[in-house]
């Protein structure tokens, strides 16, 4: 039985950057598996010819393109070069569309790559008044929005470092973050609109700013209309303001990122100005596919890692959308308009959003012409087989369904689309060029077949620079490196499949152990998210006579109450399509599955709750009040 559900044709592959990139090292397509051994093989000219490709802004060096590249951690990449990060993504100064900003009321705006260069230069000005100098940290707690982006690049423009998360954030959450790393600067929104509803923030950054000593300055970005915009304000004040940049070395930190911080305060994760730029034009250019005439969208808050890459993308002269609010406001029809309207050609979403429209029924290929649309990327958790095939059903035949996964960690992928691949059902294209990833089972050797711990082998340009205020990089090392010495342990359950391409079912921390018998939650939901009665589930292991036994808690339609027959409905389905071991001993309803703010199942919340441990950090959740419903389960005691 076949599993591709598409093929690129002869004449895409031959247009693709990829294929100019593959020819200049003496390569061809659609040989991937020749290209990705030498990228591994041979990864300081790999780095270098995406340096040259991707045509970077900025001093190479003389020194070697790697150093101690046999440490991992502790290589070193472009030891010698200068480049500022705001300068490559402002490369173009023309009257073509940078961003369209759309908001959930239908509130439009755009900017040109020039109006954009013009804003940063302003701020930036802003910014320097304000003593903001390279290293300081600039927070940024703000919606999806184009002044977000200017901020931005302001504060990279200068050398300083940028960290941002949603305006949805508590107080606390944002302190948890903001307050480990220092800001000099913070800026804020007044206000958002999420699901219709209007949501005041000045309180919550009041708060942080007073609880955060070393905050000299509160800035405003003004969706309410209740501030007035720092972003105008500098424009309207210094329209001539020169746009300069410091160009810095090649590990400058540009970002501070958050772990998800569900088992604790959330690890402050640097990465470097040179190591983001240059995986990410690695990813847009030769990965996605990314042109000039493109416009991509990924729904994302300024909270997640996909931000931060939806942004680089400025790097290519795309036109970037950027969307603000409910992905299901007014219906769930709201980003299918945004792709027709907008004329998106790379549409991306989270797997979560893919089944949560397919339970709805939407059908764009009747209700949306699409007919600009090439690629949809999938990512936040794996995207199951039925997915892959709804979208060929009900969206195009004819387009390239990219299902990524990487993380915040590396701010970035480890495995991603390929311009030369077919897609299989369920199957991520490929590992990423430079990426020397492998699964491992538990002795740390290869796996030749079947699943075990995601696993990269090689050091990497977009690697953490290390942990803020982590002495001796112990919690960093900890944290990557002390499962397997000298090799990167992402946390994944994987497998590589026949085809080269890879399958995630789930965190290796969440993987369920019956018996014994590894099984990845992913495999569970996949089944269970085919039961028409059910909207979204999460499993567990319960630790039980002494042995793990499955518990899965499942939210049900509007209207369905969770019975016998639906219960066996659920067994059967999981014992026909995976094992026995796989059937759940307890099957329960729960009102809603908690989540982190980024969207993530937080499996080992629950696992904490079911088991009577604390939950050490629910800021880290969107929904923290419903891990109530988890708490003493009559279902999971004595039967």
Known sequence: MTTELWRPSPAAIAEANLTRFAQALGLAP??????????????????????????????????????HGEQFPGSRWFSGARLNFAENLLRYRDDTVAIVSVLENGQRRTYTYRELATATAAFR???????????????????????????????????????????????????????????????????????????????????????????????????????????????????????????????????????????????CIVHGAGGTLLQHLKEHRLHVDLKRDDTLFFFTTCGWMMWNWLVSALATGCRVVLYEGSPFHPGPNALLDLARNESITRFGVSAKYLSAIEKAGVKPRVTHDLRALRSVLS???????????????????????????????????????????????????????????????????????????????????????????????AKYTEAYFDKHEGVWAHGDFAEITENGGLIIHGRSDAVLNPGGVRIGTAEIYRQVETVDEVVDCLAIGQEWEDDTRIVLFVVMRDGIDLDDSIRDTIKHRIRRHLSPRHVPAVVAAVPDVPRTLSGKIAELAVRDVVHGREVHNTTALSNPEVLEAFKDRVELVGN
């Open 30 to 67: 659609p040989d991937y598996a020749a290209l990705h051994r030498y990228s591994i093989d041979h990864r300081g000219e790999f780095w270098q010819a995406v340096w040259d490709f991707c045509d970077v802004v900025g001093e190479p060096g003389t020194e070697p393109v790697l150093l």
């Open 125 to 267: 000005h802003t910014l320097l008044d304000l003593g903001v100098s390279s290293g300081d940290r600039v927070a940024g707690w703000l919606p999806n929005v184009p002044e977000t982006v200017v901020a931005m690049l302001a504060t990279a423009s200068v050398g300083a470092v940028w960290s941002s998360c949603s305006p949805d954030f508590g107080v606390e959450g944002a302190l948890d973050r903001f307050g480990q790393i220092e800001p000099k600067v913070l800026i804020a929104c007044d206000g958002y609109e999420y699901g219709g509803k209007r949501f005041d923030v000045r309180e919550r950054a009041h708060a942080v700013q007073r609880a955060v000593g070393s905050i000299d300055h509160l800035l405003w970005v003004s969706l309410l209309g209740d501030v007035e915009d720092a972003v105008s304000r500098a424009c309207r004040e210094c329209p001539e303001a020169p746009l300069e940049f410091a160009r810095l070395p090649f590990d400058h930190p540009l970002y501070v990122m958050y772990s998800s911080g569900t088992t604790g305060k959330p690890k």
């Open 379 to 473: 990512t936040g958790s794996p995207l199951t087989h039925e997915g892959f095939r709804y979208v060929y059903r009900e969206f195009k035949d004819d387009l390239a369904l990219q299902s990524i996964s990487g993380g915040t960690d590396l701010i970035s992928c480890f495995a991603l689309g390929c311009p030369w691949l077919p897609v299989h059902e369920g199957e991520l294209q490929a590992k990423g060029l430079g990426m020397a990833v492998d699964v491992f089972d538990e002795a740390g050797q290869p796996v030749s077949a079947g699943k075990g711990e995601l696993v990269c082998t090689r050091s990497f340009p977009s690697a953490p620079v290390g942990f803020w205020n982590d002495p001796g990089d």
